[in-house]
């Protein structure tokens, strides 16, 4: 059995192979053994919350690793910043739902990408956080719009500073994405490999 203190040092590329079927827990549980596995650096003054995209194009593959669902790394990313750094974490389709700290191990390693997808409620919770000594982490495919009022509110409470959009597979030309690009917030990824840097980026 893997402990959880095993887990804390892994990385999303890595949590991967505990998804794929038996082959990939063995091959999950030798990296254990063999302790390759790799640790993201960030001083422990910022807490980070992560808000994961489970719409249904998250289910797609990556556009470079074929066999590798967006929604996968996507967790794994969640489940070591839980373990890690004790991250609050979030889904998101149409609606938001912040995960039992109780269940969230379990729910992590378990859900599913379906259904449509609204930024609204996302960025109505970062507003509503507020906390500027936070950082708060979006991982999406990006394929939706902000509202008008909302994007212009969660412009001026300016925690738009401390957002980080990391955006799979896509470059859209949707208002709440431009306006993370004016911080230089956004990092787009198109493997598992990238999605790795664009972490070490986002934490650094």
Not at 63 to 76: F, L, Q
Request: charged share 25%; net charge negative.
């Amino acid at each position: 059995m893997i402990h959880e203190k095993q887990l804390s040092d892994i990385l999303p590329s890595e949590l991967v192979y505990s998804q794929l079927g038996d082959v990939g827990k063995m091959l999950f549980a030798l990296k254990i053994v063999q302790k390759q596995l790799s640790v993201y650096q960030r001083a422990a003054a910022i807490k980070p919350i992560l808000f994961v995209d489970k719409s249904g194009s998250m289910a797609d593959a990556f556009y470079y690793n074929k066999d590798v669902p967006k929604i996968s790394v996507a967790t794994g990313l969640a489940l070591a910043m839980y373990l890690k750094y004790d991250a609050d974490i979030y889904f998101f389709d149409t609606e938001i739902e912040k995960i039992d700290r109780s269940k969230i191990i379990d729910t992590l390693l378990r859900i599913s990408a379906d259904g449509g997808t609204n930024i609204d409620p996302v960025l109505k919770e970062i507003i509503s956080i507020g906390k500027t000594d936070y950082i708060y982490i979006i991982i999406s495919d990006g394929i939706t719009e902000a509202s008008n009022d909302v994007l212009s509110e969660f412009i001026k409470s300016g925690v738009i500073k401390n957002t980080k959009l990391i955006l799979i597979n896509i470059n859209p030309d949707y208002n709440w994405v431009n306006e993370l690009r004016k911080y230089n917030n956004v990092f787009s990824v198109y493997s598992v490999a990238s999605f790795d840097e664009a972490v070490k980026k986002v934490l650094s």
